[in-house]
């Protein structure tokens, strides 16, 4: 055989291919060795099922809806759950107080994103995702700019888009009622492209809230556990041309493209009418001290109107299901709005005068999370906590669905019973005073927890206060006859890590003439205000 020049005798090149083949054979075992050793659960690691060599608890995690599990495990092994994801430590964290002790108290500590080789290095780059950055200076210049835009009073600002996207949502669910499920969807689409870009979501098959929809339903499907390989934790993976690359890039594109039609109509529309008043023409404004590049601005305006619509109208959907399950309390707060408001619509000036309605919909955020396993946060250096030891680099999810049906805290917490919140309006947990609150216990877990928690909560009460008071107060619900809808997380809600009702179809009936007037004028009125956004 002649390699060049060289005329190499058969016996050599025997050894060549012996020594290549075994250096192969090596180096994949001394792999296989290290990932043995480090899938093994270190001493005074938190308890949890025994797992496998090399891949640990891998092959126990559910593909889908793993907080089940999570929650089970909880009662065997105790509410501090340790797994081993290959050579990756996890915990999950299931009672509100480990969550308040470690998230919030320890805030400095446990304020990482884990690496998610898919999310941040193909599909956005750079840091310019804020959910997906780690711990450093870029999340932390991006997560000021964004706390700026959504302070309590700065979301006040956006009450005129939440009323008048609001009351063309009734107008829709009067006079087309078999579609409401659609219509919710909509409204909360509608208004994150009008309160972050100045822009329009006139209808649900407009071209841009469908971009929208799919953009994102992609992005939650693609990041979703189990949907591709366990590429971080196994990056050996990440060198094969396997095909969930093309899928990523396919999504990087399609996210893109979107972000950048819509910031640069956001900027023609600037131009030529001067600001807009919205989130992103602040973040534009010639001097914003903000110190985003481009490609951060970019991709902020696509953040915060994806992490802002689904889970509005998720949040909704999971309402408009309580209410139709349990006629009583659509009543009750059909009275107390009725106490309120009288013949008028509610507006945002009434909603620190409704208890009742702010109790079902704190209800609804611990019956149905939207995130039930919880985004995972990553431990920045060793800790000790209740005599575990916690290595830097764990893995943290606060199971939002364990914690909200935890036993000990919640009275028949299965049950959807916003009477817990009039009880306890501070935590809607079994203490009837406020102690929870004082020791820095949340409301709810929904909106995550310490310094990586949910910046748009107060936007998305707002907004979700809103649509429940006016729904509530044009309208009785009932199921479809012959229709049952599936209130289950098991088998009446999506997967993914972002969770919300399966479609449904449901039954809406104006409450009386008096109301449908109102919803007819109020729309009326709200049109030229709306039409302002069309571009
Ligand atoms: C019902 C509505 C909403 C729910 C349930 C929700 C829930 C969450 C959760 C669970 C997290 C992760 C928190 C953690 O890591 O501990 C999060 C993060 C985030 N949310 Fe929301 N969210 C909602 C609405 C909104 C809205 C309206 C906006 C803005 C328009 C928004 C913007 C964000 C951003 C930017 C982050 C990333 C924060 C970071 O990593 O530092 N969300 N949200």
Redesign the pocket.
Known sequence: MAFGHVKLSDNVVFIMIAVVLLATLGSFASIVLSYAIRSRRRSQFPPGPAGLPVIGNLHQIPQKKAYFQWHEWSKQYGSIVGLKFGPQDVVILNKAKHVQEL?DKRGALYNG?PKNHIGEDIITHENAQ??L?DYGPE?RR??KA?QGL?SITAVEGLFPIQEAESTQLLFEMFRDPKDSWIHIRRYSTAV?LA??YGQRGKTYDSPKVQALYHAQEQFTEILAAGATPPVDIFPILQKLPLSWKKWALRIREEQRTLYRDLLSETKELIAKRGGLGCLLSKLLEPGAKHGLNDEQVMYTGG???E??SD??S??LHSWCIAMIENPEVLKASQEELDQVCGSRLPSANDLNNLPYLRAAMNET?RWR???PS??P?KLMQDDVYEGYVLPKGTMLF?N?WGIHQDDEDYEDGARFVPDRWVKNPATGTRTESDDDKADGRRATY????????????N??EN??MLVMARIAWAFNLSAEPGHTIDSSMETGYSDGFISGPLPFKFRVEVRSKVHEEAIVAAHEKAMPFLATFES
């Open positions: 998230f994103r804020i959910l950055a999340w991006l997560r964004i959504l994150v309160s972050v953040t915060l109107m992490a802002g889970t509005t998720s949040t955020l999370p939207v995130a919880g985004i946060h606060a939002t929904t909106f995550g927890a310490g310094r990586r928690v949910c910046p748009g909560q936007m998305a907004s979700l």
